[in-house]
């Protein structure tokens, strides 16, 4: 089959879950107020914790910097599974069958909670059952694939292991996982936010949370100044806005990944897919709007040590032309990932000093069921109730292998880029800088970042993260100022993308 010319990519980056989609609004937090829990971002995480404890009849606040739902959660590939790429050999390995199992089970105790809310609320969020298959088509994928499927045999997963997938890609072995799921995420989750309201929880957009406090009771203190008191606070922001001495930027790795949504020249088998060679490829469909599309991903690096980043759209588009002989690309979205130093999720007490404050964090690319799962262990440790996989996931453990040579390799990956930013000295001036265009500048004798608008507005900002003060990188694809230390983000006028920073970057003109 030859492969046809890859079409154009879309103009600008938006995900294809928010497009003709209708999300509820929220007022801005006004005054102080007081509740059981407060919970801090409106994702999965916190929206799931926010229904399930306000059915329970918890006083329950849910706050959200910009607006719910059209953070990270909008911008994943939605795939409920428990094949999380490669990791249960891993896990045995390194914490054991005991632990290897607990992980597999809590996620899977999350992917029936979706299916049986999305069946008793009946959510019309197109929750279809399919096969996870992860396939191999190097050598050394095949040993590693080959690995895994002892690894699901010993714990007693499901597992068919095959030598092709349905698609014209040469492949050595597949490893097929029944009974999963893929859905539209934002149709389920805002489903589930109205009925948290509905039980009474009240919701507040635009009101970003800068600390907490700690008097008789914890208090969220947002940037604009009113408080919410809480018995408990439910840290669910992506990268937690509050650390708590945990040390969270130097504990987890930011990586970025691309999707894109590609009308089908062939039709879509069934399943979903992901390599475990590199170049990595997630494969599955979706119907929106009447037409089929897949959601081709991967390309993933870390966050702010790549400025070429259009490249890896392009990639994904010349795979789609290939081999599911797509001949337009609708959407194109990019999102951001943390990694923990163990690839266990952070979910439980901050640290070991702050009981009162929980934090769920650091899902790789796996939110919909790690953050589901999440949710629910929240929710237990919030109103006291014991749960089995507290010790697995608590933030405040330490897992000597393979945590301390990952935990060195990113401080020494750090190290290198702090140290290469500031030899960085660029040659270029700001007033050369096109419209349209983003670049590292000479400025007032300082190197700085300069964007253009179209209509020709020049904005330089100073380039040291407000974070720790490494050196941010210009993000070419999606115009943003990136961090490659911990993965902070800035818009081209310097406010926050993401964290850890908090602050924005300083402008020098404009
Ligand atoms: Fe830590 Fe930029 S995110 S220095």
Redesign the pocket.
């Known amino acids: 089959m030859q492969p046809k010319p890859s079409p154009e990519l879309p103009k600008s980056s938006s995900p294809l879950w928010l497009d003709r989609l209708s999300l509820p609004q929220f007022p801005k937090l006004q005054s102080d107020i007081v509740v059981d829990i407060a919970i801090v971002g409106a994702g999965i995480t916190g929206i799931t914790a926010a229904w399930l404890l306000a059915r329970d009849g918890r006083r329950v606040a849910l706050l959200e910097a910009d607006r719910v739902l059209q953070g990270t959660t909008a911008h994943t590939t939605a795939k409920v599974t428990v094949q999380h790429d490669l990791i249960y050999d891993e896990l045995l390995a390194h914490v054991g069958r005991t632990n290897a199992r607990l992980y597999y089970e809590a996620n899977d105790e999350a992917l029936g909670f979706i299916r049986d809310r999305v069946s008793s609320l009946e959510i019309p969020c197109d929750l279809t059952e399919e096969e996870a298959v992860l396939y191999a088509t190097t050598e050394a994928g095949e040993q590693k694939l080959l690995r895994e499927y002892e690894a699901y045999q010993s714990l007693h997963m499901p597992a068919a292991l095959r030598s092709d997938i349905p698609f014209s890609i040469d492949v050595r072995k597949s490893l097929a996982m029944p009974g999963q799921a893929q859905f539209h995420p934002l149709v389920y989750l805002s489903t589930l936010l109205q009925e948290a309201v509905a039980h009474g929880a009240k919701v507040y957009e635009q009101s970003p949370a800068s600390d907490i406090h700690y008097g008789e009771y914890p208090e969220v203190v947002t940037c604009d100044g009113p408080t919410i008191t809480a018995e408990k606070i439910l840290i669910c922001s992506h990268f937690p806005f509050y650390d708590g001495l945990g040390l969270y930027?130097a504990r987890m790795q930011a990586q970025r990944s691309y999707i894109v949504a590609a009308k089908l020249g062939i039709e879509w088998p069934g399943g979903m897919y992901i390599s475990v060679d590199g170049p990595s490829r997630s494969l599955r469909s979706v119907v929106h709007a009447g037409e089929t599309y897949a959601l081709v991903g991967g390309e993933g690096h870390i966050t702010g040590q790549e400025s070429d980043t259009e490249k890896h759209y392009q990639a994904l588009t010349d795979f789609a032309a290939s081999h599911l002989r797509t001949e337009h690309i609708a959407y194109r979205w990019s999102t951001q990932d943390l990694v923990t130093v163990d690839r266990l999720p952070y979910i439980g007490e901050i640290s070991a000093v702050q009981p009162h404050v929980l934090v769920a964090t650091g899902y790789k690319k796996w939110g919909m069921t790690t953050g589901t799962a999440a949710a629910l262990i929240l929710r237990d440790l919030a109103v006291g109730v014991k749960n089995r996989y507290t010790a697995l996931f608590a933030p405040t453990r330490f897992h000597a292998d393979p945590s301390l040579r990952s935990f060195l390799a990113q401080t020494v990956n750090v190290g290198s880029w702090l140290v290469t930013g500031k030899l960085d000295k660029p040659s270029r001036e700001a007033k050369d800088v096109l419209p349209g265009e983003g670049a590292t500048v000479q400025y007032g004798g300082q190197r700085a970042g300069a964007w253009r608008e179209l209509d020709g507005t020049l904005t330089v900002l100073d380039t040291t993260?407000t974070?720790?003060?490494?050196e941010?990188m210009w993000n070419a694809a999606e115009h943003t100022w990136d961090?490659p230390?911990?993965?902070?983000r800035f818009a081209v006028t310097g406010e926050v993308i993401e964290g850890?920073?908090t602050k924005p970057l300083v402008r020098l003109h404009g």
Do not use: E
């Not at 974070?467 to 490494?470: D, F, M, S, W």
């Not at 230390?485 to 902070?488: L, V």
């Open positions: 930027y993260c974070h720790l003060g490494c941010v961090c230390c911990h993965g902070s850890p920073a």
